[in-house]
Each structure stands twice: as C-alpha cells, then as structure tokens.
C-alpha cells in the first residue's frame, strides 16, 4: 500500500494550485481545421477539487471560441430536474451486471459502503448516495457533507475521447459492417472521459449535456471520502478510455474500455452505440445492455493500478480483445499483458485460458531486490493489414522492452517473442550511459522501417512517486529496428550498434543532430533528454516519418513539445516551424548554430504555463496545427510545415498498416 499512497503524494508539487489547471492532451472531433470542428479539454481546480470540461468552436482559420462547458450545464440540470433525473449507471458486484445508482439497486456490500458506524441509520447513507448523484441540499454547515466548488468534480489525467459516426473501412468486415456504418452515419456524437468524483462522465459532444455516468464498482469502497467535508484528495476514475468499433454476438456495435488510472485495479466496458439508450441509461433493460463488464483485481491477483489505456482489437483467433498491462502496485509486484475478450465475463466470471489471456514478463537483467514492476500501455501491430493482430509491444518499470508474438490463432501459443533458457525475454532493456535502467511508463509507437521489419518508437521517465519530481536522472527516447529475426536482437548505446542523436537548446527552441544512420551497422538510434529530470510522460505520435512528442521537466512546471526524424532519430530534413511569421517555411526561420552555420528548429518551449500531454494533430491545407493543452488551462497552437506526406493507408487505432 506504501506505492498507492505515493502515487497520490506524487502530484501534489503539480496540482496544488488554485484556480483551472490541466494535466491531460486535448481531443478533436475531426482530423481538419474546419469550421464546425470543436477541440475539447479537460480541467480542474484543486483548491476545492471541482472540475470541468470544455469544447471550443472553431473557425477556418483555428481561431477557437468557447462553446460549453459542462460543469455549468450539469450544475444547471440538477437545479432545473433535481438530481432524480440524472442517469446514473454501476455495476452489481453480486450479480455482475449493470444496474440504476440508486439505493434500492445496489448490492449489499455497496450499500455498506456507503455507511459509517456512527449512523443512526440508513437514511444517512442514502444521503451520501444522493449527495454523489449531484444532490447539493446537504451541502456544508453542521452535520453537512463536503462543500463542493462545481458540479463536476476534478478531472486530470484522463484525456476525454470523441465517438462519432463509425469510421473504419469495409475491407474490415465487407460483408457485415458496411450497413453498421450506414445505419450508424447520423449518430450524435458523444464525448467520454472519466472524473475523479467517481464516474466515467458520457457528454454530448455538441450540447455538453450529460447523458448518462458510470461508478465502477471498483471505486465504491473509497466513494464514501468525497462526502467528508475533511475530504484529502485522491484519484477515481482517472484512466483514459478508449473507443472502438467491435463484432460482438449481437453485431457490430461501439464500445468503450478505459481502467482506472491511479484509481484503483480494474477496467470496465460500456457499450454506447446508441445515444439515445445512453440518455434514458437507467431506463428497465438498459443498464444491462450498456455496461457490459469489469475486470479487476478480483478476477486476477496481478491486476494493478491500472495505468495502461486499453487497445481494442481482434485477434488470430477471431475474438475481439481489449489489451492492456497490468499497471502497477500489483500484489506481486510483477509485469503481465492482459488480453481481455471482449465476449469474456458475460456471466460474472472470468476464465483464465476462456475468457482472457494472461501473459507474464518476468525475465530481464536482474532488478534490485524488491524493485516493485508493472506493465505500460501495450501496442498493438498488425504486419500485413488483414486487421489482426500479430505482434504486441509494451514496456515496463524496470525499463525492459517486451515483444509478445499473438500471430498464432491458438492463445495457448501466444507469449514473449524471445525467450532466455525457459523465462521469457524482453526485447530491450533501457538504461543510462551508467547502466542505471530507466522505467517506461508510455506506450511505444510503432512504424515501418525503411528497408524492412519495423521501426519501435519508446521513451523512458515516469512521475509516479514523491522522489519522481525531483529526479534528475536522465531519460531518453529510443528508436529500435525490429528485423523480426527469431533470436534476441542485440542493441547498445555503448558498442556504436545505437547511433547516438542530441538535441542543442537555443532560447526557446531546440535543434537535433543530423548524424546518417549507416543500416548496415546501426539497429536503430538514442537520445538522450538533455534538460536535468526531463521525461517523456506522454505517447509519441507517428506522422509521415516524423516522430512527435512532449517531454515533461518538473523544475519547469511544464515541458517542450518536440520532432524528430523518425527513422534516424535526427533532423528533420525541412523547415518545419515558421519562426518569422512570414507565411513561408525558409532558411529565413532557421537558428544559427555558429558563424556560417543554421539548422531548422525541431522543438518548442512555451512562453508561459507549460505543455502536457499529447497534442491534438490537425490538417490545414499544406499545414498542420497542433493543438496543446498548457498546466494553466489555456490552450496553445503551433502551425507547421508537415513536409513531404507518405501517401498509404490510414492506421487502424494502434495497429501498424504498411
């Protein structure tokens, strides 16, 4: 329990400030700048642990207007309807199926965990019930519960996701998921996102109504402390969910997965292809219709603080699956891939072997005695383009790199790539010029490599514990050529086998190295982050050869928003920032290095607030804009020259098409 309490303890230097801040990427619910798209963004306030979300209009020029913000349409709900009419879902821990949040629906254990042994009664626990449905009448003063500062409660690290109308090609399913798509054409969008007073908030990504909020069951032993009017702050549902479309027995429909976060061990599935459904959840059969399952440390010991985002995919076996790394804290302490059928747990049970797969990884150098690992975020690679998956990549605390192999349609086959005598073997372990590992805590990128096999994209850092933020060990991003040989690959930043980039600072931006990778001696490429406790803390994004990602430096309270060259880890072999605001993308932008020496910038520092998370990557014409959500709440942009465009076909989710 010493790392769950730390991993509280951890973002306090962070968070502890009054007024909005913001901690996760923004969403975007197209790929273009156009009139009509919207940007959305998550926030929270942690003088009183109250939160919001946001969605910005935008122009055809990205100009953004404030179009809603859903703590004070849900504030406006509750007073107008009462908080009766909110629609509210859990899951039954006894009868494991989706029921109404209301008193008389919940189990007993949940009832329990609702009182307190100095109640009178059950009236005070239902109270408490209310009080967590919106029901603001006991509010402060003697006696009261907590005085809450909106109707939202805070909402940091999970980043919110868009579901619009169902967008994967036919080839997928010629035969079956074409009239899905059809049928499914003029849905109303919808906006996902978990919060820290509980639940899992479902929006309408147009109105910023909610229609409909989820409590996992996993969170109701703690849900009790937010009604404490001495309430200390921690996390609930603070995982980032994820979308997709998926073939169930009923047919094609759209799913939601998401964990828990630092909130607790477990996950959870919503079905939410049908909005309205969603806004009539607690409706007679709806409940069980929409949550379809959870999975938590119940069903499997190893299961952690689920940190990993899930990947919703289909395996060689023909099932559908949601996998994610166990996270951490685990009672073991160990790392292990989950690989959850989606069609698993219907009946409350979870089957190893039946209705999911655990792998374990277990093997690497040796890890100090009683170094506590857990398994990242997974990624999901299909080589050939037939939407199955045949590889897994995934990273964990002790910095070791793993690669599952899944291409067999029997999960009795599936496991480590490589293997030491009988244990299993990473592919990598990532370590320091001193042999010191470095934890990965993010989920690899994955891309073709310019002659053949493939490119693995993965950075190391994490900001988990109280020692974390004042760490200065550095960290770096590695590029590893993956040639799919059957025996472990062999790659070292000390033997030359690495070709080793650095990045240059000048003022407020950054230029790389632009070293050749000779692929006839090199197996990939490092760099090293060069400011002192920089990390990467957020998934790189690949984009027509050009790797993106945001580094977090805790002394700056923020970070740098960066590109490199994908496949040599280098420069970039354009201008890609128009720094005098000309229009044109010259060597006029370019930054001097010394007499008679210039080079193109590659990565940029904030003027104010800083960077987190990801960034939104939109199209505009020739250029593009990328959206970032800054610590201060307020959103930044950054329009670039994309340079020459792979033309090809679009990645699925997580999975690599050539």
């Known amino acids: 329990m010493a790392f769950a309490a730390a991993l509280n303890l951890s973002q306090a230097p962070v968070v502890s400030q009054s007024g909005y801040r913001s901690a996760a990427g923004v969403a975007a619910s197209s790929r273009n700048v156009d009139a009509g798209t919207r940007l959305y963004q998550t926030r929270f306030d942690a003088s009183d642990w109250h939160g919001d979300v946001v969605a910005y209009g935008m122009d055809g020029t990205g100009g953004l207007t404030l179009a809603w913000e859903a703590g004070a349409l849900l504030r406006q709900s509750l007073l107008a309807n009462g908080h009766q009419r909110r629609q509210i879902l859990t899951y039954h821990g006894t009868a494991r199926r989706g029921v109404p949040f209301a008193w008389n629906e919940l189990s007993n254990v949940q009832q329990h965990a609702l009182r307190q042994p100095h109640d009178i009664d059950d009236q005070v626990a239902i109270d408490r019930l209310a009080y967590l449905r919106g029901d603001p009448s006991r509010e402060g003063g003697p006696g009261g519960f907590r005085q809450r500062g909106g109707a939202l409660g805070d909402l940091v690290h999970s980043r919110p996701v868009f579901v619009g109308a169902p967008g994967l090609p036919d080839v997928i399913a010629p035969h079956t998921y074409p009239a899905f798509r059809n049928a499914q054409a003029g849905r109303a969008p919808i906006l996902v996102v978990g919060g820290n007073d509980g639940f899992v908030h479902v929006f309408s990504a147009a109105s910023g109504q909610e229609l409909m909020a989820y409590a996992p069951n996993a969170v109701?032993?703690?849900?009790?402390?937010?009604?404490?009017?001495?309430?200390?702050?921690?996390?609930?549902?603070?995982?980032?969910?994820?979308?997709?479309?998926?073939?169930?027995?009923?047919?094609?429909?759209?799913?939601?997965?998401?964990?828990?976060?630092?909130?607790?061990?477990?996950?959870?599935?919503?079905?939410?292809?049908?909005?309205?459904?969603?806004?009539?959840?607690?409706?007679?059969?709806?409940?069980?219709?929409i949550v379809q399952w959870e999975f938590t440390a119940a069903d499997d010991a190893d299961l952690g603080f689920t940190f990993s985002q899930p990947s919703v995919v289909r395996m060689q076996n023909g099932?559908?699956?949601?996998?994610?790394?166990?996270?951490?804290?685990?009672?073991?302490?160990?790392?292990?891939?989950?690989?959850?059928?989606?069609?698993?747990?219907?009946?409350?049970?979870?089957?190893?072997?039946?209705?999911?797969?655990?792998?374990?990884?277990?093997?690497?150098?040796?890890?100090?005695?009683?170094?506590?690992?857990?398994?990242?975020?997974?990624?999901?690679?299909?080589?050939?383009?037939?939407?199955?998956?045949?590889?897994?990549?995934?990273?964990?605390?002790?910095?070791?790199?793993?690669?599952?192999?899944v291409s067999s349609p029997f999960p009795g086959d599936w496991g480590s790539a490589y293997r030491s005598g009988a244990a299993p073997a990473p592919m990598f372990v990532c370590t320091d010029a001193g042999g010191q590992r470095q934890a990965i805590t993010t989920r690899p990128e994955v891309g073709p490599h310019p002659l053949t096999g493939t490119m693995v994209y993965v950075g190391t850092g994490k900001n988990l514990e109280p020692g974390d933020h004042s760490s200065t060990t550095t960290q770096t991003l590695y590029g590893l050529w993956d040639q799919n040989a059957s025996a472990t690959p062999h790659y070292s930043r000390l033997d030359g086998s690495l070709l080793q980039q650095t990045m240059q600072q000048r003022g407020n931006v950054r230029i790389m190295d632009n070293h050749a990778v000779d692929w006839n001696r090199h197996v990939g490429w490092f760099v090293d982050l060069p400011a002192a406790g920089e990390r990467l803390v957020s998934d790189p994004i690949l984009r027509h050869r050009r790797l993106v990602f945001t580094s977090f430096v805790p002394s700056l309270g923020g970070g740098w928003l960066n590109e490199l060259h994908a496949p040599s880890g280098g420069r970039l072999p354009f201008t890609l920032l128009d720094l005098d605001n000309d229009g044109f993308y010259t060597v006029e932008d370019h930054t001097n290095l010394g007499p008679d020496n210039t080079a193109p910038a590659c990565c940029m520092r904030p003027q104010a607030g800083g960077y987190v998370g990801a960034p939104a990557i939109l199209v505009d014409g020739a250029t593009e804009v990328q959206f970032m959500s800054e610590t201060t709440a307020t959103v930044a942009q950054w329009v670039k020259n994309p340079g020459p465009r792979v033309v090809g076909r679009q990645s699925w989710e997580h999975v690599l098409l050539p």
């Open 220 to 289: 109701f032993p703690r849900l009790i402390e937010l009604t404490k009017p001495a309430y200390v702050h921690r996390y609930y549902v603070d995982g980032s969910p994820t979308a997709a479309d998926v073939q169930t027995a009923s047919g094609w429909r759209t799913w939601v997965v998401g964990g828990l976060g630092a909130g607790g061990r477990g996950a959870y599935a919503l079905d939410v292809t049908d909005p309205a459904r969603l806004a009539n959840a607690a409706a007679s059969g709806n409940p069980a219709a």
């Open 319 to 405: 099932r559908w699956a949601a996998l994610f790394g166990n996270g951490y804290n685990s009672p073991n302490d160990r790392a292990v891939l989950y690989i959850a059928f989606l069609d698993g747990g219907q009946d409350g049970t979870w089957t190893p072997g039946v209705d999911y797969v655990r792998i374990p990884a277990n093997g690497g150098l040796p890890a100090p005695t009683g170094a506590p690992n857990g398994l990242s975020t997974p990624a999901a690679v299909d080589l050939n383009g037939d939407f199955f998956t045949d590889l897994i990549y995934a990273g964990d605390l002790q910095g070791n790199l793993w690669k599952f192999d």
